[in-house]
């Protein structure tokens, strides 16, 4: 089985296409595993049938804890593109989080502040490791930034949890970024 192209499809299903599966997620992202599992069976690219089974072993040896599966039912915990926002509670982050971004975007950044752009939320990284990884996708010497939660929670901007290295938030005006390296 090739779990990194499942793993993927999976993603783009529950983040970005849920209606080219024909699936219908609830308020907080959910759909039930058995549809999931109709869905991709439709198709013929795996050479068997997907099982819960594969679905676990998908999030066992995954690099990133992208999904959650809770009872009968399965969503991703960040990263929607979808127009319809998912519903997240906000919580209180780490005073400090980090994103890593490209030296192409930073001027821009740096201007409007940063934005969700094609996602749903703006996504954050617990730590400059997770930062530096998550910029290293766009530029090899990624640029850091680090914002201010605290100040950020005091103007009404609200942070979700997305997983143990990734939190959600709206927009970030800014005032509350700083950049680490350049
Ligand atoms: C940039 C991956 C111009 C932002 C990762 C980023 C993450 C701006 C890009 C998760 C901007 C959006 C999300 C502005 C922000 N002007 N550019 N005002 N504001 N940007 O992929 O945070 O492997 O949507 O800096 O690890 O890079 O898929 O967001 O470069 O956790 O599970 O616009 O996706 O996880 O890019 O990554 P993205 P991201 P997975």
């Given at each position: 089985?090739?779990?990194?192209?499942l793993?993927k499809?999976v993603?783009?299903?529950?983040?970005?296409?849920?209606k080219?599966?024909?699936l219908?997620?609830?308020?907080?992202?959910?759909?039930?595993?058995?549809?999931?599992?109709?869905?991709?069976?439709?198709s013929?690219?795996?050479?068997?049938?997907?099982?819960?089974?594969?679905?676990?072993?998908?999030?066992?040896?995954?690099?990133?804890?992208?999904?959650?599966?809770?009872?009968?039912?399965?969503?991703?915990?960040?990263?929607?593109?979808?127009?319809?926002?998912i519903?997240?509670?906000?919580?209180?982050p780490?005073?400090?989080?980090?994103?890593g971004?490209?030296?192409?975007?930073?001027?821009?950044?740096?201007?409007?502040?940063?934005?969700?752009?094609?996602?749903?939320?703006?996504?954050?990284?617990?730590?400059?490791?997770?930062?530096?990884q998550?910029?290293?996708r766009?530029?090899?010497?990624?640029?850091?930034?680090?914002?201010?939660t605290?100040?950020?929670?005091?103007?009404?901007?609200?942070?979700y949890?997305?997983?143990?290295?990734?939190?959600?938030?709206d927009?970030i005006?800014?005032?509350?970024?700083?950049?680490?390296?350049?």
């Amino acid at each position: 089985m090739n779990y990194l192209r499942l793993s993927k499809e999976v993603s783009y299903a529950l983040r970005h296409n849920p209606k080219q599966y024909n699936l219908t997620l609830d308020s907080l992202g959910y759909v039930q595993i058995e549809e999931l599992l109709f869905a991709l069976n439709k198709s013929t690219h795996y050479p068997k049938e997907i099982t819960l089974e594969d679905l676990n072993k998908v999030i066992e040896i995954s690099d990133k804890k992208r999904l959650e599966i809770t009872e009968d039912k399965i969503r991703a915990l960040y990263g929607h593109s979808f127009i319809t926002k998912i519903e997240k509670v906000s919580a209180l982050p780490p005073e400090i989080l980090y994103h890593g971004t490209s030296h192409s975007t930073i001027d821009k950044i740096l201007k409007e502040g940063l934005k969700p752009m094609n996602r749903q939320y703006v996504h954050l990284s617990v730590d400059q490791e997770t930062a530096i990884q998550v910029g290293k996708r766009r530029d090899e010497a990624p640029v850091i930034l680090s914002i201010d939660t605290k100040s950020a929670i005091q103007s009404g901007i609200k942070f979700y949890l997305g997983n143990d290295k990734v939190w959600l938030s709206d927009p970030i005006p800014i005032q509350y970024i700083r950049v680490l390296n350049s």
